[in-house]
């Protein structure tokens, strides 16, 4: 039978889990709130049909939240993000009732209570929607490190040989969750430091307990070494994890972007709750003031190792945010416990101050304004963080096709930064790269200029690797994400930059319904069938008649249709303001047979606004239009030839107007083509002709 002593815990532990459940249930439906959470569920499907991570799915964080992940697919089904964000709200409530345990220990309910209550509400309100309610590796962090603490400052002798091994152990366990977390370590290492300086413990003593505290971290390191060593993927788990963060990610990063990302969890609570950061701050001094006496009192020099720990793992949090160079709001996810922690210990005060007979009014009051403040602050944020969203993702429309047009024993593969697509289209990843900028280059978000060579930053074998799993295991589909605004910066990418890729997608697969997806920002290639010939490249592939047929060149007699139109990424042909425009996205051709009599054509060219609008994140680089004329005797003639770059030149933005001569009347072929601009790079090449009409000659 349980002991009564244990009641009020467990009536804590309720409290809280309905609470965070009650506080996220509006958000655990959502398809996917960030790319992180997507990556976890590519990697815990491979994992689930017996793959490795870093082997057979890859990404450059530990390896524990991943196969945490798979275990919850596991158990109640593949991509059931609702049952793995119910995990989440577990851990998170979890974390909340080990900061009530350390909270007593340092300082009575009250400041349990307090912490525990902060972290409940502060990780639904305080971070954007797509950090606070996704599946991120930083909850995993805050639980196995906060359990840490709690092992280490409760009970009666927290500097024990197995209290010490455990919090190695479960500190372990966090830098397993995410790297940075091996700062965490730092805390229990100060807090020995301190107490064997303070008590005078003997050298003996002291490098036992250092000693205990490092077997106790290895000890996981290790197992999940010998695991990866057994699967042989021992040297991919260490390069991913530790060499290419060190050689490729971290040197991306600025001392100045890592003092920015410092400052995120203050602007943070700064901005959503100011007078919860005065009570940090408050708090936050008063332990420097203790622990920085030279004399404290019997009681604070037998608690002020509480502290140290405290002000250590605080500091060490700091800088697992800081190490990111980076300023998405779920890394303050590691410094949230401690500061909750700290927190809730300055709001036991006010309770305390607020309480006590003996002080004098003005104190009283103030103490109770300020908490008043604080708990306003914190209430009127409970209603509002359970009606937040996010846009739906564009990349869910080419998903569907492709969940429509295939069957769960198919695989696909993205070409790009949008793991998602795994996701929605509910079918497996046929490469081991997740998303494919180990292929390029790309280090999220840093290299991202679009004038900035990445090839510096690929991971050597990188796109042989990739050929050979698409070779062993060929997708049904393939997405390129490099056609537009939607792709995560993805444009730099088109397939033309990487010979050896192009070349296979063109020899096997074939272009489908590029009208309606490329202006999505998506190329949906389909593998073809067995034995038919591959296609021509994407600038010479055919319309189908009957859209060419559409694309009828005005005259005044009668009008032509083409005799060849190619467009692969879309060709349409409407009455916009006024003019008849035929929209082609780059690369386009449109050839018409011209008989004799005509002297002349004119009309006009340009972009579609939104291809360089500032809505446009990946806005385009130009296009070229030439005409061509071809006589039916006679060399070929350039009659127009034209580079618009109306993203760096507002002149160019307008319709171009335009009227050539036609160098013979006794007929011949017109081509007029539109080819993307200098890098060769056709995202957002949303170009047209408009109001084409031959003259005849008088």
Not at 221 to 240: I, N
Not at 347 to 362: A, I, K, P, Q, T
Not at 650 to 670: H, M, T, Y
Request: aromatic fraction near 12%; charged fraction near 15%.
């Amino acid at each position: 039978m349980m002991s009564p002593r244990r009641w009020p815990e467990i009536a804590v532990a309720l409290v809280l889990l309905c609470a965070v459940v009650w506080l996220r249930w509006p958000t655990l439906g959502f398809d996917f709130w960030n790319v992180d959470e997507a990556i976890h569920a590519a990697a815990a499907r491979t994992i689930l049909d017996g793959g490795v991570l870093y082997r057979d799915a890859i990404d450059q964080r530990t390896p524990l939240s991943y196969y945490a992940v798979a275990a919850v697919m596991a158990a109640f089904g593949t991509n059931n993000l609702w049952a793995v964000r119910c995990f989440i709200a577990l851990i998170i409530a979890g974390t909340a009732l080990l900061l009530f345990l350390a909270g007593r220990r340092l300082r009575g309910a009250a400041a349990g209570l307090g912490a525990a209550g902060l972290y409940a509400l502060l990780t639904s309100s305080l971070l954007y929607p797509g950090d606070a309610y996704a599946a991120n590796t930083e909850w995993f962090v805050a639980l196995f490190s906060t359990a840490a603490a709690v092992v280490f400052l409760t009970g009666t002798n927290p500097s024990s040989a197995r209290r010490v091994f455990t919090t190695g152990l479960l500190l372990g366990c966090s830098f397993l969750s995410k790297q940075p977390a091996l700062l965490d370590a730092t805390a229990p290492v100060a807090a020995l430091l301190y107490a064997a300086w303070r008590q005078a413990w003997p050298r003996r003593t002291l490098f036992a307990r250092l000693l205990e505290f490092g077997a106790g971290w290895c000890v996981p390191v290790l197992l999940t070494l010998g695991y990866f060593a057994a699967q042989g993927a021992l040297r991919e788990c260490v390069f991913y994890t530790w060499t290419y963060n060190l050689d490729y990610y971290g040197p991306e990063i600025t001392a100045a972007g890592r003092l920015d990302a410092l400052a995120v969890p203050f602007r943070l609570v700064g901005t959503a709750q100011p007078w919860l950061l005065v009570v940090w701050a408050a708090g936050t001094l008063h332990v420097l003031h203790r622990l920085l006496q030279r004399q404290p009192t019997p009681q604070e020099g037998e608690t002020n190792p509480d502290f140290v720990f405290l002000a250590a793992w605080s500091l060490a949090a700091l800088g697992g945010v800081a190490s990111s160079g980076r300023e998405f709001d779920h890394y303050s996810i590691q410094f949230l416990a401690p500061l909750c922690l700290s927190g809730g210990l300055v709001l036991s005060w006010l309770v305390n101050e607020v309480s006590r007979s003996g002080s004098g009014w003005f104190p009283r009051l103030a103490a109770a304004a300020l908490l008043a403040l604080v708990i306003h602050g914190l209430g009127s944020a409970i209603l509002p963080a359970r009606q937040r969203t996010l846009p739906v993702d564009p990349s869910i429309r080419v998903a569907t096709y492709i969940r429509t047009h295939s069957t769960t024993a198919d695989r696909i593969f993205v070409w790009g930064f949008h793991p998602d697509i795994y996701g929605f289209a509910e079918r497996r990843p046929a490469s081991r790269y997740l998303f494919a900028s180990f292929v390029t280059g790309l280090i999220p978000w840093t290299n991202i200029a679009p004038e900035r060579d990445t090839s510096y930053a690929i991971v050597p074998g990188a796109m042989d690797n990739l050929l050979h799993d698409l070779t062993a295991r060929p997708p049904l589909f393939i997405v390129d994400c490099s056609a537009g605004p939607y792709n995560r910066h993805w444009q730099k990418y088109p397939l033309e930059k990487f010979p050896t890729l192009r070349d296979f997608v063109r020899s096997h697969y074939r272009v489908v319904k590029s009208e309606e997806f490329v202006p999505q920002g998506f190329r949906l290639f389909q593998l073809r069938a067995p034995g038919k010939a591959a296609e021509d490249p994407a600038s010479t592939r055919e319309l189908p008649v009957e859209l060419a047929a559409t694309l009828k060149l005005g005259a005044l007699a009668a009008s032509l249709e083409p005799v060849r139109a190619s467009a692969p990424f879309g060709a349409d042909r409407t009455l916009t303001d006024g003019r008849l425009e035929y929209f082609m996205h780059a690369p386009a051709t449109l050839v018409y047979r011209i008989p004799a009599g005509y002297a002349a054509l004119r009309g006009g060219f340009g972009f579609r606004p939104a291809a360089y609008g500032p809505e446009n994140q990946s806005p385009t680089d130009g296009a070229e239009f030439v005409i061509r004329w071809r006589p039916a005797a006679g060399s070929e003639q350039i009659l127009l030839r034209r580079l618009l770059r109306p993203r760096d030149e507002p002149a160019d933005r307008s319709v171009q107007s335009f009227r050539i001569i036609l160098p013979s009347a006794d007929g011949g072929e017109l081509e007029l083509a539109i080819n993307p601009g200098p890098t060769d790079n056709p995202a957002s090449d949303w170009t047209f002709w408009t109001d084409l009409l031959l003259e005849k000659i008088p």
